[in-house]
């Protein structure tokens, strides 16, 4: 498995919308959003809330506002000058505006995230809690998706940095450990790009030389894509 699950993103969104809806809205936040250096958890919708005194009455994340607006089965309307995009809470000084990011982009990015996951067939919005797990359900599903890798030998390996160009190893498991943790916690964990995380064969270490050879981050994304729908209630 050195190429994704999925061949195009037309084939992986069909299977997207059998997961849950926050994890699907985080997914497809990242295709638009990752290109951009913006972190839809550090980055904010702030809304003025009487204009023009310039006192923010409302501010949420990008993926809060998104994942709103998916729930709401519309599209968002936002007013230039009342609304607009920011790298700090409940701010609308000019100097924490998003260089990258503005508000009539966010507004097509929203636009097309709610339109891909409510066109029919829509993605469930009800809660929907992961059922109780053992380790056992999680390898067997990897064995049904991804029947080429071996589980024990796949470390999911986080780092945090330790000087300048250097990193320190801050956790290790392995990928059934790793996944089932998260399950416990009803958590669906989301994979992003960068050099926070890395997947090895050989658990604490940060060696290139040990790096998976058929596996790579954004690829767990699509193993969990693969294998939650039969474990969500």
Do not use: C
Request: hydrophobic fraction near 40%; proline fraction near 8%.
């Amino acid at each position: 498995m050195n190429t994704p699950l999925f061949s195009s993103h037309s084939e992986r969104l069909p299977a997207l919308k059998n997961t849950r809806v926050d994890f699907a809205v985080q997914v497809l936040l990242d295709h638009y959003l990752e290109p951009l250096g913006v972190n839809p958890f550090t980055a904010y919708v702030n809304t003025l809330m009487d204009f023009p005194t310039l006192e923010t009455g409302t501010s949420r994340t990008l993926f809060e506002e998104t994942l709103a607006w998916v729930e709401k089965q519309s599209p968002p309307t936002y007013t230039q000058g009342i609304s607009n995009v920011f790298s700090r809470r409940y701010s609308f000084a000019a100097e924490d505006r998003l260089k990258t990011l503005d508000l009539i982009a966010f507004e097509k990015i929203v636009i097309d995230v709610v339109a891909s996951l409510t066109e029919k067939p829509a993605i469930d919005l009800s809660p929907r809690p992961l059922r109780p797990l053992t380790a056992e359900d999680v390898r067997g599903a990897l064995k049904v998706h991804a029947p080429n890798i071996y589980p024990e030998g796949v470390y999911v390996t986080s780092f945090i940095d330790h000087g300048p160009g250097r990193r320190m190893v801050l956790s290790s498991e392995r990928l059934v450990e790793y996944l089932l943790g998260h399950f416990k916690n009803d958590v669906i964990p989301f994979h992003s790009k960068g050099s926070h995380q890395g997947i090895y064969t050989v658990g604490f270490s940060g060696e290139e030389r040990h790096l998976h050879p058929q596996l790579i981050t954004p690829h767990l994304n699509d193993l969990v894509i693969r294998i939650v729908p039969d474990f969500l209630g």
